[in-house]
Nanobody, 124 residues
Framework: QVHIVESGGGLVQPGGSLRLSCAAS????????MGWFRQAPGKEREGVSC????????DYADSVKGRFTISSDNAKNTVYLQMNSLKPEDTAVYYC?????????????????WGQGTQVTVSS
């Protein structure tokens, strides 16, 4: 029903920046929330940020507040994650996912569609 593709990952030095893109295709979902998650080797997948496509409400993990910015372009069916002041601990595979429904998702299990992930590596 919905196909999600992430792009924009790569290798950057500490303090550098990347912008991740998440393109969604398929039928319209109406009200939904798009989220960014990340998973480092040996660690659980964790939420990074999410945004409502209806009212633009956003949430951020404490670890990325002030450094990352999520945004969306509904005309392009695309959500972005601007990542500034990157740190080695930001290294992970970043996933984009979509949740649809009438409530704000509280966990990654509530997301219905997932992309394949894009690797972000922060290293000198």
């Amino acid at each position: 029903q919905v196909h999600i593709v992430e792009s924009g990952g790569g290798l950057v030095q500490p303090g550098g920046s990347l912008r991740l893109s998440c393109a969604a295709s398929g039928r319209s979902l109406g009200y939904y929330v798009m989220g960014w998650f990340r998973q480092a080797p040996g660690k659980e997948r964790e939420g990074v940020s999410c945004i409502s496509t209806i009212d633009g409400h956003t949430d951020y993990a404490d670890s990325v507040k002030g450094r990352f910015t999520i945004s969306s372009d509904n005309a392009k069916n695309t959500v972005y994650l601007q990542m500034n002041s990157l740190k080695p601990e930001d290294t992970a595979v970043y996933y984009c996912a979509a949740h649809y429904g009438s409530t704000w998702p509280r966990s990654l299990n509530e997301y219905d569609y997932w992309g394949q992930g894009t690797q972000v590596t922060v290293s000198s």
